[in-house]
């Protein structure tokens, strides 16, 4: 299994809605990420997880949670979301962290919309 | 700061050869990254480059200058399918972070 599964694959959501988008993997990374993108822009790093613990948080609005329930599982909560948060994102993994050449490996990404 | 730099459009004919350039200035680097993102898709990964000099893989090279700060990624005998956003993205070293280019919009005609 050399794939990243995310889903749902489309969210539309309200303000005041509260929702969870979910990711997977069985390649056995010990890394994963959260990216956000916005159309004809390159992905921005949101969080990074390590060995299930929170690495990275790139000052991200706390309307963002992100939960790392176990090595194969990444979850991204979601709560009082703006109409600016609508973009695509995507989760990766990689098997260690950037800094050792890890390849990234990518999901298809949920494409929210928030209105 | 982070810094990294791409034309952001290019196009090329079918079975031409098209190279698409990134030039970068980062506080770590571990190597580069080149990753193809069809519209509405997930990125996938090309290549990889941590020593100067060429990688070939397929119809697909990859170049790297480390002490320039530069790398260009070139693809032979385009095909319609290689339309595309194609990323070049450094690995920051100690930032641990992969650090993306604004990516290169490539648009291959008949």
């Known amino acids: 299994d050399t794939e990243v599964t995310q889903t749902p694959k489309h969210l539309v959501m309200g303000m005041t809605n509260k929702k969870s988008l979910k990711c997977e993997q069985h390649?056995?990374?010990?890394?994963m990420y959260w990216y956000k993108q916005k159309a004809k822009k390159p992905p921005e790093l949101m969080f990074v997880?390590?060995?299930?613990?929170?690495?990275i948080n790139e000052s991200v609005p706390s309307r963002f949670s992100p939960e790392c329930p176990n090595s194969s599982l990444l979850n991204l909560h979601l709560h009082a979301l703006q109409p600016e948060d609508s973009a695509l994102y995507l989760c990766?993994?990689?098997?260690?962290?950037?800094?050792?050449?890890?390849?990234?490996?990518f999901g298809p990404g949920t494409r929210l919309t928030v209105l | 700061g982070q810094n990294i730099d791409q034309p952001t459009e290019m196009t090329a004919t079918e079975g031409a050869i098209v190279q698409i350039n990134c030039t970068y200035q980062?506080?770590?680097?571990?190597?580069l990254f080149w990753y193809q993102q069809h519209a509405g898709e997930a990125p996938t990964f090309l290549s990889y480059?941590?020593?100067?000099g060429l990688e070939e893989k397929g119809r697909f090279s990859s170049f790297l200058s480390r002490s320039k700060g530069y790398s260009y990624l070139l693809l032979k005998e385009l095909q319609m399918k290689d339309s595309a956003s194609y990323l070049c993205?450094?690995?920051?070293?100690?930032?641990?972070?992969?650090?993306f280019g604004t990516g290169t919009l490539l648009a291959v005609q008949p």
């Open positions: 990766a993994s990689s098997l260690g962290l950037a800094g050792g050449g890890n390849e990234q490996f």
């Open positions: 390649m056995g990374h010990r890394a």
């Open positions: 997880y390590s060995y299930e613990k929170l690495s």
């Open positions: 980062t506080s770590g680097f571990n190597g």
């Open positions: 480059n941590v020593l100067d």
């Open positions: 993205a450094v690995d920051g070293g100690a930032t641990n972070k992969l650090i």
